[in-house]
């Protein structure tokens, strides 16, 4: 049995205030309160209530990057890789709908520091779809004319499920993220 850390209960807690309320609208007693510890125990691990929206933030994309380059590293077909990378990709938004809605829709809420860094691995998640779309597109399997553009498109397929997915609704996200895939294949692959 795995025991649950003081800064993870925060840290859950936080995730829990910022997807029902907002950042704006989240006290760190919300967040207290949600983790069943005082208000001054929030500043023991965090001097700030961005530095928690900063901590779910990092943790999220790091966790997304490493879906995104998994699934780039799974296969050296680049047909069967982008089907991989939008299904992945897509697949994470919906099983982390509550954490994708935050690290996508509070950004604005982060310092520029902050925002700096998590840019960082926004670009790499880019980059590597882009990769993937070049190399496809120098192979001969892939027409993209656009490959940024392109690149951008097939990942806000995963990311606009965070603004209207919910789990247990009327599509599973086994479903979306199939016809993600689907889709991405459809768009991109040489005729």
Known sequence: MTTITARERLINAAVEAFAEKGFAATTTRDIASRAGMSPAAVYVHHDSKESLLFTVSLQGHRSALDVINRAYAATSDPVERIRRM??????????????????????????????????????????TMQDALADGVAQGVLDVTDIPGTAFSLLSLGVDLVRWFEPGGSRSGDDLASLHAELAVRMTAAR
Do not use: C, M, N
Request: charged residues 30%.
């Open 86 to 127: 939008v299904y992945d990709f897509s697949r994470w938004h919906a099983d982390h709908s509550r954490v994708g809605r935050i690290v996508q829709w509070e950004y604005h809420a982060l310092t520029p520091e902050h925002r700096a860094e998590v840019a960082a691995f926004r670009r790499s998640i880019e980059k």
